[in-house]
């Protein structure tokens, strides 16, 4: 059975760092690219990064560029998302996803349960 935990998330002040973390249970990881998202209260989900199954490519939304960083350890079936310089604006359930792909793709099947991010002070 395909599985993604998320876990990492917390509250975390305005300027902090949080590494969020992705493990694939069921399946081998490094068929799949792999994407991260967020869905803050009352807003649309957003595709916040995206790696593709070997590494080698890695799409970021324009607000967490510079800010983000996406990895993937596939000998442990993890990817990573370290989050530096946290705005309150960062604040969401992020969520994992992983899509039987080389490249990252539109869409994506199979979803974590997430995880809670809060930046505040």
């Known amino acids: 059975q395909l599985q993604l935990v998320e876990s990492g998330g917390g509250l975390v002040q305005p300027g902090g760092s949080l590494r969020l973390s992705c493990a694939a249970s069921g399946f081998a990881l490094d068929d799949y690219a792999t994407g991260w998202f967020r869905q803050a209260p009352g807003k649309e989900r957003e595709r916040v990064s995206c790696?593709?199954?070997?590494?080698?490519?890695?799409e970021y939304a324009g607000s967490v560029k510079g800010r983000f960083t996406i990895s993937r350890d596939n000998a442990k079936n993890t990817v990573y998302l370290q989050m530096n310089s946290l705005k309150p604006e960062d604040t969401a359930v992020y969520y994992c996803?992983?899509?039987?792909?080389?490249?990252?793709?539109?869409?994506?099947?199979?979803w974590g349960q997430g995880t809670q991010v809060t930046v505040s002070s």
């Open positions: 790696i593709s199954n070997t590494g080698g490519r890695t």
């Open positions: 996803a992983a899509q039987y792909s080389s490249r990252c793709p539109r869409y994506f099947d199979s």
